[in-house]
């Protein structure tokens, strides 16, 4: 199913002089202008949610890590314009060293008028929430807390392969946003703060968004407070949006602050809104089951594709309704 929207734009003319005469129907037909909203794929995405937990752990420095760093990038490369490895190295705890990447896709690149959409691919590598004291030294699997956002951008750029976006769009799947020990700021976000500082002289994007924890099969999204700081005309444009297709996942309340990669980007002048299942960050939301950030159980089953689809639905209907 496809959904078009037809504005009319002379209705009131042709009401006046009585609609149904034919020339009056065929000027009306004319000044129509469509906008065609393509249908988002939850059901792919969710399958690319599952590719990535494939790999295991994707934390910098294992095995999954470099494999699912192929993986995306060969994706992309079938979608994209252009797809660049943004690689650096990040010295970590106990002197190591590691290779980081941020990979960079661009849609209708000669556009002007751009947007940035971005997620964190790496995984953490420390399960230090999780209620066995055996496992806290484990990396978890990521299939909320890393896989979810990477794979509704993933089936946003397939989409955008058949169905070229009206504005230039850059996709940037960020690393090393989940490296740090608890409450050590420096050692989080290392991705974006290397493209933040990095970036090209002269690229302005109008607007961020930043997704992250987006699967969970009870997903809820209220406003995050550093973007309602930093940016938020881009927080209303998404509600807002959200609100108009009936899409309940996001809520319009003010949630806590949290720490993310839209915060360096914020910072370099891209006004970027967070989008995020606040509620899970912590481990002690009020549903049980929900108390597995941080853990080994942040697995698949905890993810559905319903959730993807409804971050999806509102991010296909945002960008295919911004003016050229
Ligand atoms: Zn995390």
């Known amino acids: 199913m496809q959904k078009v929207f037809l504005i009319f734009v002379i209705t009131l003319f042709v009401v006046g002089c009585g609609n149904d005469h034919p020339e009056h129907r065929e000027a009306a037909l004319e000044l129509e202008e469509a906008v ?9 995405a969710f399958e690319y949610l599952l590719a990535q937990t494939e790999f295991g752990p994707r934390n910098p420095g294992s095995d999954g890590h470099q494999q699912c760093l192929q993986f995306l990038t060969f994706e992309l490369q079938q979608f994209a314009d252009a797809v660049n490895q943004q690689s650096f190295r990040h010295t970590g705890y106990e002197g190591r060293s590691y290779q980081m990447t941020n990979i960079i896709a661009s849609f209708n690149s000669e556009a002007t008028n751009r947007i940035l959409l971005g997620a964190h691919w790496d995984t953490r590598p420390r399960a230090e929430h999780d209620p066995d004291p055996e496992k806290r030294d484990q990396p978890i699997l990521g299939a909320n807390d890393g896989a979810s956002g990477v794979a509704v951008l993933l089936e946003l750029a397939r989409m955008f392969s058949k169905n070229p976006p009206p504005i230039g769009v850059d996709i940037i799947l960020f690393d090393g946003e989940d490296y740090g020990r608890e409450g050590d700021l420096d050692q989080y976000l290392l991705g974006a703060k290397h493209f933040a500082r990095n970036k090209p002289a002269g690229y302005r994007p109008r607007f961020g968004i930043i997704i992250d924890m987006v699967g969970d099969k009870e997903a809820r999204f209220p406003r995050e407070a ?96 911004q003016p050229s």
Request: aromatic letters at 8%.
């Open 226 to 321: 550093n973007s309602m700081q930093y940016a938020p005309w881009v927080v209303d444009l998404i509600w807002n949006t959200a609100r108009s297709l009936d899409i309940l996942h996001f809520e319009d309340r003010r949630g806590p602050s949290i720490y993310d990669d839209h915060i360096p980007l914020n910072e370099s002048g891209i006004p970027t809104a967070l989008i995020i299942d606040a509620e899970l960050v912590g481990a002690d939301a009020a549903d049980e089951r929900r108390r597995y950030w941080h853990t080994t159980m942040d697995t698949p089953e905890q993810c559905s594709p319903e959730s993807l689809g409804a971050v999806g639905d509102v991010l296909t209907e945002l960008i295919y309704r």
């Open 36 to 44: 065609h909203i393509p249908d988002f794929d939850r059901e792919q």
